[in-house]
């Protein structure tokens, strides 16, 4: 009897399926509560990723190789607050999914692809910022705009061709299996979680931790130098004083790869004790929303420590961006 009363109460994702799975009800003030902060972080995430790529494609001033980075790590953070979030918010509130095989399968390529092109981005910001602070005076021949477009385009190519090997065995919703119709589980074999962990995640953050070791290094050496200016030094040191401006960026930079390691480290540490990259855990589901969160502190950092930022923004939001001459304001010429 107390079977039967189970299968009169339950509810389906899909009653009119047979092999439709049990929909779980998610309405406690809790998962209202979630509801709500999660949709405020979405289009926090949303608003403050435009903010940074209208600046940077605005404003003349900050057309530069290394902003061109921030600007495609901002793209790719706004994919993530306008597709991902919303949909793990929708998985969150029902249990349900309602995008069939072939969403689960396109969504789960965009995810995986978004967030691998974010960790590709910051793995150039540290080439970028390395080769300013180590090597300054050929910087601005080494690394052009032009060739710097050209190596955002080859990193996301790569990041797209990885994910699609990843996901062979997922890419056509024929391959996709799940145990009932309105679940989306994507199944990954643990060869390829190695693979992806020794890919995309110990080798990128290795580099990226060995070359910013070089350039705090490096950028301390500098700021002994200015002081030695500031007091009186020989004037032949006074050119090192500009390098002060690519030593504030390396340790601003510097800052969101480490959130970024912080958010990431506890996933895939995760990721090899699981059979699948979508489980239902709420471990599962906290991790991977600390990997989205991710894209929301980005340009917070922004604008905590960069002036252009702040300026930009203010011009934004004031609406003088329309005016004729306002992609070439000056934005903050004393610190940028």
């Not at 894209?295 to 950092?301: R, T």
Request: proline share 3%; hydrophobic share 50%; with cysteine.
């Amino acid at each position: 009897w107390t079977h039967l009363w189970q299968n009169m109460t339950a509810h389906y994702c899909f009653p009119d399926n047979n092999s439709s799975c049990r929909k779980e009800i998610r309405t406690g003030p809790i998962n209202i509560f979630l509801f709500f902060f999660l949709s405020f972080v979405s289009v926090f995430t949303v608003l403050l990723n435009l903010l940074v790529i209208i600046s940077i494609s605005h404003f003349k001033q900050l057309h530069t190789p290394t902003n061109l980075l921030i600007l495609s790590l901002a793209v790719a953070d706004l994919l993530v607050g306008l597709i991902v979030m919303p949909v793990k918010i929708m998985e969150l509130i029902d249990s349900c999914w309602y995008l069939g095989k072939l969403g689960c399968c396109v969504l789960s390529v965009i995810n995986a692809l978004l967030l691998s092109a974010s960790l590709c981005n910051l793995v150039l910001i540290a080439v970028d910022r390395y080769i300013a602070v180590t090597d300054p005076l050929l910087y601005s021949m080494r690394i052009t705009v032009c060739k710097m477009s050209m190596m955002i385009i080859l990193g996301w190519s790569f990041c797209l061709l990885f994910v699609i090997m990843y996901f062979n065995d997922n890419l056509l919703p024929s391959q996709v299996s799940t145990r009932c119709y309105g679940e989306c589980i994507m199944v990954i074999k643990l060869s390829w979680l190695i693979v992806d962990l020794v890919v995309c995640f110990l080798t990128p953050c290795s580099v990226i931790l060995v070359l910013y070791s070089t350039i705090f290094c490096v950028a301390r050496r500098q700021a002994r130098a200015v002081r030695a200016v500031r007091n009186g030094a020989s004037k032949k040191h006074e050119a090192k004083l500009s390098n002060s401006s690519e030593t504030k960026a390396a340790k601003t930079l510097g800052i969101i790869v480490f959130v970024y390691l912080a958010c990431w480290i506890p996933f895939y540490v995760s990721s090899l004790s699981v059979e699948s990259d979508a489980s239902k855990s709420i471990v599962w589901t906290v991790l991977a929303w600390l990997l989205c969160i991710n894209s929301s502190v980005n340009p917070l950092i922004y604008a905590i420590f960069y002036p252009w930022f702040r300026e930009s923004a203010k011009y934004i939001l004031s609406c003088r961006i329309f005016e004729s001459s306002s992609s070439r304001f000056n934005l903050v010429p004393d610190h940028f």
